[in-house]
Each structure stands twice: as C-alpha cells, then as structure tokens.
C-alpha cells in the first residue's frame, strides 16, 4: 500500500521530465542549422489554364507559363537573368575567340521521366527542333536571335553548338531559357502546337494530370538528379477570378496563388491567420502597345507627346498604392542587368506644344484635338479580369483628356483579348510586360519586330551592331543605346512596375525562395539543394533567428536537457530507494 502511494506521488515529475525532453529534442532549434521541410501535399491556386505545358503550349498573359513548363522539363543552364551562367543540365560550356562555336558539357546520369536515358543527342535534336518546326515562345532563341546553324552531339555528354553570327550570350541567356525535349517522344510529333499529350521531361516534377480550365496535378520525380523535391504532390486549381482566389488562400482552402496580391488586400491578407507576405522580385510590367500602323499613332512625334502626357508617378501612387516603381522609356525591367535608366518626362505643356507642331491641334477651342479634321480618339483594350489594369487606363483618358486626346477603355475577357492582339485588331493595348520580355535582351530584340512593330533607322544600325558583337560586354553597350534611343522615339508606353508581393500559408510551407526575375512559383522552391545552389535564401531560412542568437539557444537547450536528465535519473534513484523501504516496511 504504502508502495502503490509512492509510485503515484513520483508519477507526475516522471511525467513531466519525460515531456520536457521530448519537447527540446524534437524542437528545430535544438538541432542547430535548420533542415529542409517536407511536404506530402500542397495546393495552389493559379490563375489561367497554360494548356499541356509544352514548350508549345504557351498561352500570353494573365497566369505564369515559364515556371510551369520548368516544374517539368530542364534547360542546360539555370535561367536567364543571372550576373553569371549557373550550371544545371549542363556542367560547364565554353567558346571561341569569335563567339561563334561553342563547347557544351552535360551532365552525366540524367534520366527522363519515363526512365529513359537523357544524352547530348535530345539537346542536338530539341535545338533543331526549335529552329526548323513551327515559332513558339522558346524558338526564337535558335531561329533568330541568335541563329544556331548547328547543333551536333560530339558523344553522349558533349554538343557543340555554331551560331550564324556571333553568340557572346548562348550560355547566360540562350541555353537557360530553352526546355530541353526527349527525342524519343518528339521525333514522332509532327504537328507541335497540336500536341496534347501529358509532357515527359527530366525537370523535379512530372505532370500527372490536367483537366482543360479546371486544374493541374504534378508528382514528384524521384529520380531527379539533385534528389527528390520537398514536396510530393502538388496541386493546382485555376482560379481567373482575383477576389476568389484570395478568399481562398485567407479560408485555408489553397495555400499560396501565383497572382501577385493587389496592394488594397496586402494588409487584410497579412492578418490572416497563418498567411505571410514575400516580396517575389519577378520582373513585371504594364505598358500600352501601340498598332503603329493606325494613324496617327504612325507618328513618332504623336507617341512622343502620349508618352510625356501621361503621369507615371501618380499611378504608381493611386493604383498600387506606393507599391511599385514609375515606367521608362527603356521598357526593360529595372532589376535587369541589361537595363538602361532613363527618366520618363512627364510634362504636358511640351507634349501639348508637340502635338501642336505636328498639326494636331484643338482649332475650334472645345478641348478636343484633331488630326485630318476629325477629334482625336483613342480606345485601348483590357483585360477584365484585371481590375488594376482597368483602372489604370481610366486615370490615364484623364491624363490624355488634358492635352485634348480622347482615350476610351474597352474591357474584354482574356480570350478575346488575346484574339485582337494577335490580329492587331485595335489602336492601343494593355499589356503585362512578363521576365522573358523585360529581363532578356535578346527576346527584346525579337518582340520589337514581331510584337511592338517598331521601325526607326537608327535603331536598325544598332541591331546590326548587337548581331555583330563578340563580348557580353559589347552587346550591353549596344542594348544601352538602343534603350536611350526609346527616349526619344518610344515603341511601347511603360507605365509602372509593380511590385510583386505573394502570399502563402506558412504552416503549410515555408521553402519558397524569391529569385530575380520569376518569383517564388518555381522548381527551385521545391528542390532542396536550390538555396546552396542558388545562394538565395528560403523564406523561412530569411525569417529563422541569427546565428548567434541560434547558437545561444542550443547552449541554453543543452543546460536544459542536461537538467532534465539528471532530474530524471535522480527520481528514478529516489522512486527505487523508497520502493525498497516501502518493501521492508510491508514486511515488518
């Protein structure tokens, strides 16, 4: 009896001692550098359907394609907006004196998802692929800016590539941006855009299921070559609408969204319970394409005077509420190494006096200018889905309606959006400037021509100098001219770049990293060794205490486990002594 009474006396400090050792040992602090998380399952939601996620399937904006396409397939270098080439299919590529002819090594043991063996020979056949199939999104990097002659796989892990002219770029751009495709799959394709089986790639995920507008289901690829991805299923709904979606990620229903969170939901959304901000650094725009073939929006010095009407500044301030940086003339992202700073000047009284020099002119007094006797009126297309560009085109008709420019918005859904500016089926167009057209200068080489349709003598001298230059050093100078030329005759009105600022459960997931130029919606939040690799932070790695506040705590953990222990063995020792009396006591 008096034994029984005991055991239940010294029960409650076993019980204790044994919790709080459990409680140090398992707490991330205690075992000092913190490990990478693992995840089962995460959802996300996005905002457009990308189709198949081929490298053909590339539908323009709203919604992120770029990063989707490389959840699945893999590019020779890391992408196209580092100071330097990171390696990744590829381990190190090199070239000669005229930049003409370059030496590409991959990497050895790479395997498709579908367990096939990856070789120089796919790299070979995937950039003539590019340059002699249909155009899409990627091609032009082996079609026209540069032009590879040739591709040639010198043996399993070796190709050489031969430009037409010089290629100083083909390892900082050019191979970081093409998704490599499987030969054995894509000899038999003969119709590219037509495609629609599920793709098979060699990047950390392969796409296990796609329903047309509804969603998208990727499986982590065990076998990717630097080890299995943190997380193992990821899934993804298509949301368009903005104010679904963020309702959703504040209910709990999807973990993080690919839309960048409007400035007037950031604060609202922050105070959600278990929802953090990150800033993504995506490069981003908007800007209004002009149809230069529509008079008078022919006329350098027409879009000259728009371009010095309109008020960046005010908004940046009015619609995104502080969170963003004014447009320029240089259209390229500001963040980008290729960028060329150059002020937009905002002065209506010049633009006015512009207008009134080329003979567009107010004559009768009643505000409104004309040009061949009729008022000046302009309409630009929107999307609908996309309140902010929506409202920014109402404050810019006000801006325009101060010089005497009438400009009407006209919102459309995305579909027939993109339908119109695909059939330049309009006189102005809101545009979301994405990375690969603001961050990549050859891309903006390419969209100048084939998107903006901009002509200037000037600028086709300094084009010719770009394909003629032999140093990444030549062909920034060059890139630096052609965006001071803009100054004066722009191809494009920049409006602002907003900042890109996500949010995401964070007690669902917390390994996204912000990298340069595409957000935290990409593989390398998902690849452990990504941080190392990249030298970029994780968002929870960002947030965790400084070492050496770290290394005090595991100090004070190790006092208190030392503690707990000898509290344990010291009541085990107490509990067996008093056993034992209590035995003799019985025994008396």
Known sequence: ?????????????????????????????????????????????????????????FRPPPGIH?????????????????????????????ANADATVWTVTLRDGVTWHDGEEFTAEDVAFTYDYYRDGPPNRYTHHASEVPVVESAEALDATTVEFTCEQPCPTLDL??????????????????????????PVGTGPYRL?????????????????????PAVGEIEMPIVPDPSSMFLALQNGQVDTATRPVPPELQESLGEARDVELVEGKRFASIFYRFNAESPPLDQQEFRRALDMAVDRQALVDTVLLGNGRAGSPSFMHPDSRWFEPQDAAFDPEQAGAILDEAGITDSDGDGSREYEGEPVSLSIIVSANDPLQIRTAELVAQQLGEVGIELVPESLDPGTLSQRQNALDFELSSFQGVPHLIGDPTQMIESLESLLVYSNP????????????????QQGETM?????????????????????????????????????????????????????????????????????ETGGRTILYALVVAGAVVLLVLAIFLLRRRSARGSDEDQI
């Open 66 to 94: 770029s990063e989707l396409v490389g959840l699945v397939y893999d590019t020779l270098f890391l992408h196209p907006y580092t100071e330097e080439p990171i390696s990744w299919l590829a381990t190190e590529a090199s």
């Open 458 to 473: 000037e600028y086709e001298g300094l084009r010719e100098e770009w394909f003629q230059s032999t140093s990444v050093e």
């Open 173 to 198: 751009v050019t191979l970081a941006d093409l998704p490599i495709l499987p030969q054995h799959i894509w000899e038999d394709v003969e119709d590219p855009q037509t495609y629609t089986d599920l």
């Open 208 to 228: 296990a299921e796609y329903v047309e507008d509804q969603s998208y289901l990727f499986e982590a690829n065990e076998d990717y070559f630097l080890g299995p």
């Open 1 to 57: 009896m008096v034994r029984g009474a005991l055991e239940r006396s010294w029960r409650p400090v076993l019980v204790f001692v044994l919790g709080l050792l459990i409680v140090v040992v398992s707490s991330p602090t205690a075992g000092g550098a913190q490990q990478s998380q693992q995840v089962e399952r995460l959802t996300i939601a996005t905002e457009a359907d990308k189709g198949n996620l081929t490298p053909y399937s």
């Open 480 to 548: 630096r001219g052609i965006q001071r030329l803009f100054v004066e005759d722009p191809p494009a009105l920049t409006l602002y770049y907003p900042d890109t600022t996500y949010a995401y459960n964070s007690s669902a997931y917390d390994g996204w990293i912000p990298v340069e130029g595409h957000g935290i919606h990409h593989k390398w939040s998902f690849i452990p060794e990504a941080p190392e690799l990249l030298g970029i932070e994780t968002v929870a790695q960002r947030t965790a205490p400084p070492e050496e």
